[in-house]
């Protein structure tokens, strides 16, 4: 996965419910001069596999949505560049959701509900879903607002939107700075703003991951874009300063853009 799959959530040490308004720009003018990060689940899968849920601490960003989908009875789940489909993993046996993903290797490892599909044209009717996830994906798209429309699109009133993205200065430990993206917590709110209109982030920045040992760096790394040189900044075991968000939006009437 791209290089926000290892961050997480602690809501008890990191602020969650620090809920922020934010108005809109227009549509894709967050994203000038900076590009997508390059999807390699196919050329490259063994960067994924390098990654592991157990450094993950605290959990990933998918408790959290899985438990809000299901307090709110949100069906059906759209997970949009759902990959391996963890997200369905943690909602009730039989809940309606399906993973759409262009990725056959990605998809592979998904349950049984899951189909190739892109992010930016959605196989799917107007205003006909509960609730749609797009969860560490949209740095991939050059425009990820362009996306976003579709996400909201497909809602029916009343439908909740879910996207999360870790942030340029994540894991300063091992990075003096992650590559700009087009969609970094830095300006995620705003780019889902500029589609919903007023959204809800929740925000991490806290010792998250514990890496324990030296091969557990290394692997870390290389899931994470890093160079091998990277390893060599810490001692292990080690704790890593984890930073981003997950946005909320919700779609609030059937007609008008907000
Ligand atoms: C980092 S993985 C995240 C997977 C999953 N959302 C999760 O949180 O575990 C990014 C996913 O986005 C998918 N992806 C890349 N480009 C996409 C696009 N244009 N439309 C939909 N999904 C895309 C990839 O195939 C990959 O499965």
Not at 138 to 152: F, G, K, Q, T, V
């Amino acid at each position: 996965m791209g290089r926000g799959h290892a961050t997480q959530i602690d809501p008890a040490t990191v602020g969650v419910d620090e809920a922020q308004e934010n108005r809109a720009g227009e549509s894709g003018s967050y994203c000038v001069g900076v590009a997508a990060l390059p999807p390699d689940y196919d050329t490259d899968p063994a960067r994924v596999r390098s990654g592991d849920r157990a450094w993950q601490v605290f959990g990933d960003v998918h408790e959290p949505v899985a438990a809000r989908i299901q307090a709110e009875a949100l069906v059906p789940v759209l997970d949009v560049g759902g990959g391996h489909g963890r997200l369905e993993e943690l909602l009730p046996a039989g809940w309606p959701a399906f993973v759409l993903d262009p990725s056959p290797t990605q998809l592979a490892e998904a349950l049984l509900l899951k189909a190739r599909a892109d992010a930016r044209r959605l196989p799917i009717s107007e205003a006909s879903v509960g609730a749609v996830a797009m969860l560490w994906m949209l740095y991939h798209l050059e425009d990820p607002a362009a996306a976003i429309s579709e996400a909201r699109r497909v809602l029916r009133p009343g439908g909740l939107f879910a996207a999360s993205t870790s942030a340029r200065n994540n894991d300063p430990e091992l990075t003096d700075g992650y590559p700009p993206t087009t969609f970094d917590a830095e300006e995620a709110a705003e780019i889902v703003a500029s589609v919903f209109g007023d959204v809800t982030v929740e925000r991490w920045d806290g010792p998250m991951t514990r890496l324990p040992d030296h091969d557990a760096v290394l692997r870390y790394c290389r899931s994470h874009l890093l160079p091998a040189e990277a390893a060599e900044r810490v001692t292990p075991p080690v704790w890593l300063t984890k930073r981003g968000c997950l946005v909320y939006a919700r779609k609030r009437s059937a007609r008008g853009a907000r």
